[in-house]
């Protein structure tokens, strides 16, 4: 996920969306979706709009880098859940006529999970081809079920909302001929998608679009001489140092350090991953984690004491981020997600007993009734 955001989807537009990684393919169709509704860092290229006749990057053809989401296709339904894919185009080139219309766009792809590998072995002759109510499909699962592109994620940039790409893997190439392509009208049916990710989507727009108006979400120290946080570290910049509580009245008093997301906010999240200094991370017993959705009703997480943590990243679902030499101390909520709007760092009196630097602070949302494909074997020869 660090292509091509050094800190993968982290914080979306206003800080919506507080970590790195999205677990499954329609939460990744979902976070572009919202980037583009609220004027952020991404736009979803739907299938339906590619458009030859009207080429433009980034809006009516994809671009190299973009993020490509293959789903199982049949009878004019996406089959959803255990049948997708992520890949993501490495070269594109695009073929066309003096009239500057596109006669047919080819990429070459990357896959980072694609039978436990990474290749860069599939190619697709023409991406309009490869559509619903085009007859080519791009591979078929596992079990034979034809898969098609469903979409592209395209990355902007924060100037106007312009497509990130390198321009080196973008190729033209005239051709003297051109075909037109009659691609049958299709209305497919998306069950999971219409009965779920649709109203989350919504939700989440709706939440991205308050945040904008409050400038974000809001941090509270309980001791601003001691510690005053005015942002949420994201391992790349904005560490939190918490100093040792000193001495006299100072030393008797917690500190509480609050993020308020300034609502509910609409994914349910699992808990947190805590990435410490690893020269200066306190001890489990020596701060307190708390959550809810009322100030006055918070319970408490379980701070999971290092090591071992394998079993707690297996609870909560997600990647180890590898961690760059930090210490990363999972925070287990409620499985399989609680409703939160409120998270409290609590450092009791005399605790840490030195100064704790906190480099990094990912949720780790729940994304919901979604399973991408298990197995993404070599497509078959056509």
């Given at each position: ?375 993404n074997p070599r497509p078959a020869e056509r």
């Amino acid at each position: 996920a660090d292509v091509p955001y050094s800190s993968g989807y982290c914080p979306g537009a206003g800080g919506w969306y507080l970590s790195w990684q999205i677990t499954n393919t329609a939460g990744m169709q979902s976070w572009y979706m919202v980037e583009e509704e609220v004027n952020g860092r991404g736009r979803w290229l739907s299938w339906n709009q590619l458009d030859y006749q009207n080429p433009i990057l980034g809006e009516t053809l994809p671009v190299p880098g973009a993020y490509v989401l293959l789903e199982a296709y049949e009878n004019d339904t996406w089959l959803g859940t255990g049948t997708s894919h992520s890949m993501m185009i490495d070269e594109m080139t695009v073929y066309y006529t003096v009239l500057g219309i596109v006669d047919h766009v080819s990429v070459t792809i990357l896959e980072g999970n694609a039978s436990d590998e990474v290749r860069n072995t599939r190619s697709i002759p023409d991406i309009l081809q490869v559509i619903p109510g085009a007859p080519d499909w791009v591979d078929t699962t596992s079990g034979g079920t034809p898969r098609k592109i469903r979409g592209f994620g395209i990355d902007l940039d924060g100037n106007g909302g312009n497509p990130l790409y390198d321009p080196d893997r973008l190729h033209y190439i005239f051709v003297a001929d051109w075909t037109p392509q009659l691609i049958d009208p299709v209305f497919p049916f998306s069950p999971e998608w219409d009965t779920h990710f649709e109203q989350l989507t919504h939700e989440l727009t709706g939440y991205a679009e308050r945040l904008r108006t409050k400038k974000g979400i809001r941090l509270r120290s309980s001791d601003r001489r001691r510690m005053s946080p005015r942002a949420l570290p994201d391992a790349s910049e904005g560490a939190w140092a918490i100093p040792p509580p000193g001495t006299g009245r100072r030393a008797r008093k917690p500190l509480v350090l609050e993020i308020d997301l300034r609502a509910v906010h609409p994914l349910p999240v699992r808990g947190l991953m805590l990435a410490w200094a690893q020269d200066a991370c306190p001890p489990a017993s020596a701060y307190r984690v708390l959550f809810g959705v009322r100030k006055g009703n918070l319970a408490e997480a379980a701070v999971v004491p290092m090591p071992p943590r394998a079993d707690a990243l297996a609870q909560m679902g997600v990647i180890d981020d590898g961690g760059d030499g930090l210490t990363q101390v999972p925070v287990i909520f409620d499985d399989p997600g609680a409703p939160v709007r409120y998270v409290r760092l609590v450092f009791p009196p005399g605790e840490p007993l030195k100064e704790a630097v906190l480099h990094a602070i990912r949720f780790l949302y729940d994304w919901g009734p979604f399973e991408d494909s298990p197995e993404n074997p070599r497509p078959a020869e056509r």
